[in-house]
């Protein structure tokens, strides 16, 4: 089985060359510590972790699971001493607030490390980044005797955090949620509930797990309006730190999954137990949410990293597997050729390659805002920042995520019938990615909320940002390197506001074609932000195409241009086609 290696020159390149994090890092007090030496060692450390101490338990971890016995869950045979690793390399608090002893990274960097988790050990990632952003949450919603109870142990790995949100009777309608929490009149609080699909809700990797669970108060308002967010400790923390008595909740039983099974996907019961409020009464959904575009964008890495290693493995088995012969004879001396030789192989491979590294460039315009949103002290910056972030999010998470599964059938396909089998490994990234299109809101309510909430509901307003950032570059000295790649994005632009105003302007009379269109509008805005990235990277290449890494690109981005673009205008015309053909059969007839 080819072995997970972190394409660092790559991420160097979107970094240094593609968004000039140097320049960039120091606009903002806080990040001018942080250069582009500094990233790169990083880099090369957490590659060393996720291949020598990651990757070897992919397989391992997915063929033993998770165990569950009487409310104790173990992790798979080695996983305890990797977090263990982890954690005293300071790699849980990359990104944490200094404040309490996180390294306070830039998002830039951190989308990096956390590909990295994702591309070598799919169920292992999500312990650290589901963690961190629960960390988050607290960071800016808890009080400060929470944040001081918690937060340092949080950032070290020795405690982790899980989000209790999901019901059996409601996943996304959070409305519909039953959990409660009764006042003990000293200013903790009693929850009762029962919580589903609970990603590491309960697990022996660390000391303490730190539940942060969406309850409602006696006296909350029906609907959204009516949901608070409450801590509640596996153990109680007394004031020197120690733990101390177990809190009244526990695991019920593990899900039995299609894949990333090293991870505990668990049913939580809260028999009362005590917590404490974070944040505001009737606020629990802003506070959820202030972590939520850290978590999307994760789980958009999670189709990313899953993308890049299948790439390495079909990539290598293409150069080795010995199959026909290609339409010129490669080596007389063999009874066949390697099948790269074969179009269709290098169709399949340059998907791959093609979605990967625009994903990546994608990544780090995404991450670029969000840093700018934390770091500066510019308002109207801040704002334009969050603009985008509320745009591009649901792209990220969906498109990516979308990409990446259809990348990993992609390079399962290259093997041929071992693709099936699980001792080459592609198939188990096939199982393992498909669950990224499903949680942390399926792709379906991600294509809503992009074309209901963001779009129509701004009047279109936060696509401004974006469509100026494009007609930026189209402006610009660069895009005239490779003018026939600025012309498609400029020709895929203008069909990209078209779209737009004909759905603000038929969904004002039939509100159906704003979800009939949804799905169609997410990936045309992928594609447009992909080709975006594929025009400023041949750009960057098209004047040092001689050396191999940048002809490599002008190769690839050539075949995003004239053999992927082109589906974006499938999505176009089925937008402009209405909603007749989506809602017109009456529901007897299904």
Not at 390 to 410: N, R, W, Y
Request: proline share 4%; with cysteine; charged share 20%.
């Amino acid at each position: 089985m080819t072995v997970y290696n972190a394409p660092i020159k790559d991420m160097m390149f979107v970094l240094q060359e593609l968004f000039n994090v140097d320049e960039f890092w120091q606009k903002y007090p806080d990040t001018q510590d942080f250069n582009t030496e500094l990233a790169s060692a990083v880099l090369e450390e957490s590659g060393k972790l996720s291949r020598d101490v990651l990757f070897p338990l992919f397989r391992s971890g997915d063929e033993e699971g998770c165990h569950f016995d009487n409310g104790k869950v173990t992790t798979p045979e080695g996983f305890k001493e990797a977090y263990k690793q982890l954690s005293e390399g300071g790699w849980c608090g990359l990104g944490g607030s200094p404040e309490y002893d996180g390294q306070g990274l830039p998002k830039m960097l951190v989308v990096l490390f956390e590909e990295m988790l994702f591309g070598s050990n799919n169920s292992f990632a999500l312990y650290p980044i589901l963690s961190s952003g629960g960390a988050m949450c607290l960071m800016k919603h808890g009080s400060q005797e929470l944040k001081d109870m918690y937060m340092p142990k949080l950032y070290t790995g020795e405690w982790s955090t899980a989000m209790g949100l999901t019901e059996p009777h409601c996943g996304t309608d959070l409305a519909l949620l039953k959990t409660k929490a009764e006042p003990n009149g000293d200013g903790s609080f009693n929850v009762t509930g029962t919580k589903i699909f609970i990603t590491a809700g309960e697990h022996d990797l660390c000391d303490n797990i730190v539940h942060l669970v969406l309850a409602k108060l006696p006296d909350a308002p029906e609907g959204v309006k009516g949901i608070s967010l409450f801590l509640a400790p596996k153990y109680f923390v007394d004031g020197d730190g120690n733990l101390g008595e177990r809190n009244s909740f526990s695991a019920g039983s593990i899900e039995h999954k299609m894949g990333i099974k090293g991870s505990a996907t668990c049913v939580m019961n809260y028999d009362g137990a005590k917590a404490w409020l974070v944040g505001e009464p009737g606020q629990g959904l802003a506070a959820m949410f202030t972590m939520m575009n850290y978590e999307r964008l994760s789980i958009g890495l999670q189709g990313l990293g899953s993308a890049e290693m299948a790439y390495q493995m079909a990539r290598d088995y293409a150069k080795d597997r010995l199959q026909g012969r290609a339409s010129s004879v490669v080596d007389k001396s063999k009874p066949a050729d390697p099948i790269i030789h074969h179009a269709d192989v290098r169709r399949m491979l340059l998907f791959v390659r093609a979605s990967v590294e625009a994903g990546r460039a994608f990544t780090a315009y995404v991450a670029n805002n969000l840093d700018i949103s934390h770091f500066s002290n510019n308002d109207e910056e801040v704002k334009r920042a969050n603009d985008l972030i509320a745009l591009l999010i649901p792209v990220a998470k969906a498109f990516m995520t979308d990409k990446g599964l259809e990348a990993c059938v992609q390079a399962q396909q290259v093997f041929g019938g071992h693709g099936y089998i699980r001792e080459w490994g592609v198939e188990q990234l096939v199982r393992d990615v498909r669950i990224a299109q499903i949680y942390e809101g399926t792709n379906g309510i991600q294509a809503l909320d992009l074309m209901g909430r963001k779009v129509v509901r701004s009047k279109g307003e936060l696509n401004k940002p974006f469509y100026e950032d494009i007609q930026c570059f189209l402006d610009s000295d660069d895009a005239k390197l490779n003018p026939s790649y600025a012309q498609a994005l400029e020709k895929l632009l203008t069909a990209h506001k078209k779209a737009t105003e004909f759905v603000m302007k038929s969904s004002a009379s039939n509100a159906d074609e704003i979800g009939a269109a949804s799905v169609d509008y997410l990936h045309m805005t992928g594609y447009l932000a992909y080709a975006w990235m594929w025009a400023k990277m041949c750009a960057v290449a098209s004047s040092k195409k001689d050396e191999d890494f940048y002809a490599a690109k002008m190769h690839t981005g050539q075949f995003f241009f004239e053999k992927m673009l082109p589906q974006a205008y499938a999505h176009y015309d089925q937008i402009m086609n209405g909603c007749s053909a989506t809602m017109a059969m009456p529901v007897d007839l299904f």
